[in-house]
């Protein structure tokens, strides 16, 4: 019996329910998926790629998920929902709503430290959403609640509080420096994933003061 007090609380997120014995083998072939698509590519990452990383058969893969793009969305998912996890256990940590603000700014830097092959992955996701209105869609939803956690934190949390209309553009700016600084990080190798995480909350600083 597998024990699910070791689970990564991330496939709650994903799973909605106490997951059970299918959705455990549907999170293994997840990893594996994530693992494959970091290490040997997307293309490359078949069923039988998956299936051989987790020491079962292609048929095995294909009774849990219909097609590829079904195995990639999951894997986007469940990256997502681990992200998640990372940044309310940041914000919680937080003393006070400037440290809030800058727990939440820094915590991705942190997660793409522990997580390199979530983050390949990730930036995949990206380029797909260029070419595939699903992935976009996705993704806009994803966006518009990082800004509207950044904006409450704004508006609600610290000690001077932000007016909304201004509290609105400002989280934007919050959210798209540190993706372009982790997308830099990831892409060019000019900064460390550290050096960056520290040039964040002195951004983030700047942009609150203003």
Not at 68 to 79: Q, Y
Not at 192 to 208: D, P
Request: aromatic letters at 8%.
């Amino acid at each position: 019996m597998n024990d699910h007090s070791q689970i990564d609380p991330s496939i709650y997120e994903l799973f909605e329910f106490k997951p059970r014995k299918g959705d455990l083998k549907k999170m293994e072939i997840i990893l594996a998926a994530i693992e494959c698509i970091a290490t040997i590519g997307f293309e490359k990452t078949t069923y039988e790629a998956i299936a051989q990383k987790i020491g079962t058969r292609r048929a095995h893969v294909a009774y849990h998920f219909k097609d590829k793009s079904d195995i990639f969305e999951s894997c986007i998912r469940f990256i997502m929902a681990n992200y998640q996890q990372a940044s309310i256990k940041a914000i919680e940590e937080a003393k006070d709503g400037l440290e809030m603000l800058v727990n939440y700014a820094q915590t991705p830097f942190t997660w793409a430290e522990e997580n390199p092959q979530q983050v390949s992955v990730m930036l995949l996701f990206y380029y797909l959403c260029t070419v595939d209105e699903k992935y976009k869609e996705l993704h806009a939803t994803i966006r518009k609640g990082g800004v509207e956690r950044i904006q409450y934190i704004l508006t609600n949390k610290l000690s001077k509080k932000i007016d909304p209309l201004k509290a609105a553009p400002m989280a934007k700016s919050i959210q798209n420096l540190v993706s372009g600084s982790i997308m830099d990080v990831a892409t060019t190798g000019n900064k460390t994933l550290r050096e960056a995480k520290q040039q964040i909350k002195e951004q983030v600083l700047r942009i609150i003061s203003q």
